[in-house]
């Protein structure tokens, strides 16, 4: 992938999340993301979802939000936008239409079939 499609995949992830954390009820007053505190943004992220906002975020919204920390720390580790199931490259039109895929369209369509089986979403 291009250094230039990373870093706008990145940018759409690191907004996802700071809308996510902006609109729970905290005090998060001044959250201010930029590359630089992605590293606190993440942090405060996992801190969130792990203690005061519990009862705050449904279940969705912090399921949403581990699947973004989960795709920005692949970032991080230079493996983001690698199918999870074969190793292919997860293709970048369907990266942008959903950042956080960890399956290619090939694999996402097998996993589908059995999710209806189990009801797990595989993203
Ligand atoms: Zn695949």
Sequence with gaps: M???DLNQL???LIQQLSDLLGRSDCSLDGL???DNNISDLLDRASQISERE???HLCSREK???RKIERS???IEE???GLCEQCGEDISLKRLNARPTARYCIDCKTQLEKT???TGIDAN
């Design 78 to 80: 230079g493996v983001y």
């Design 72 to 74: 920005l720390q692949d």
């Design 53 to 55: 906002f519990s009862h």
């Design 63 to 65: 399921l949403h939000m």
């Design 10 to 12: 990145k940018k759409i």
């Design 115 to 117: 999710e209806k089986l």
């Design 32 to 34: 201010n993301v930029t």
């Design 2 to 4: 291009k250094k230039k």
